[in-house]
């Protein structure tokens, strides 16, 4: 495990500012994104990543976790650059498995993740490997990420990863930043949700995990809060992911306060395995 300097902090919080997710607080609205826009936002460049052979991934998977992550930025790379994962712990994109290293392939963003720390917490556990295909996007609201072309995305990795390792164990949700009440609030945002919902489930069974999530520099969206409660107890198949308004500390946050600094990260990670172990909706 490696930490980053204070300089590099502000350096990456920087780009990431500019980069990637902080919405404007007016609520004006996003011209509509293509389908080559969204993946030309990606991180798909896989030369510099040697993939796993195919028959090693599919029999680490058997006795391994298999997920796959969906959200805004803090959801993908949009954290604290400086982690090294320990153990098989891999990232999935378009079916092929690769040793996991930040800013991870699939995902949007120049920095760091939450779940090279999950992974790596959840080895430590004795898990035989864990597998996270990254599908997330920075500064989507929810109903962005329920429509094309995020949602088309998704549903093309959720089928890539179920084809080649075997299963899906779960896919964990992280969004709730973009829909904050300075921003567009949580009107239709249960309507969105269940839409995601249904194109998950044309792929998969396995449970959702929904984040509370709603503080991007700015306040916490107690209305958002508890509609995503509401969703989380009263929607079969979905469990509850970290509530991370809770991470408020300057100290848990990049100078923008909205995206996790390293320690920020570890807590999201804690967060994160707490909730996985629990597979609940209380």
Known sequence: ????????????????????????????????????????????????????????????????????TYGQSNATNAGALGFDVSGPVYMVF??????????????????????????????????????????????????????????????????????????IDAVLIHQGESNNRAMRGPSNYRDAFESLLAQIRTVTDAPVYLSQATICGNESDTRLLALQDRIIRETPGVLRGPNTDTLSDASDRLPDRCHFSAKGLDKFADLWAEALDRASEQ
């Not at 996003?30 to 798909?44: F, H, S």
């Not at 995902?107 to 959840?122: A, E, F, M, S």
């Not at 004795?126 to 549903?155: I, K, R, S």
């Open 1 to 68: 495990m490696s930490w980053i300097t204070a300089a590099s902090v502000l350096a990456g919080a920087a780009l990431l500012i500019a980069g990637c997710s902080v919405l404007p607080l007016s609520g004006a609205t996003k011209p509509p994104m293509t389908a080559d826009d969204a993946l030309g936002a990606r991180n798909t460049d896989t030369s510099a990543h040697t993939p796993v052979s195919r028959a090693r991934a599919t029999s680490l998977a058997r006795d391994g976790l298999v997920y796959v």
């Open 94 to 167: 378009r079916g092929r498995a690769y040793p996991y290293v930040d800013p991870t392939l699939g995902g949007t963003g120049p920095g760091g993740t939450v779940w090279g720390r999950l992974g790596t917490q959840q080895v430590a556990a004795g898990a035989g490997a864990a597998f996270y295909a990254n599908a997330g996007f920075g500064a989507a609201t929810m109903q962005e990420l329920a429509a094309p072309p995020h949602v088309d995305h998704l549903v093309t990795e959720l089928r890539a990863t179920k084809a080649a390792l075997g299963h």
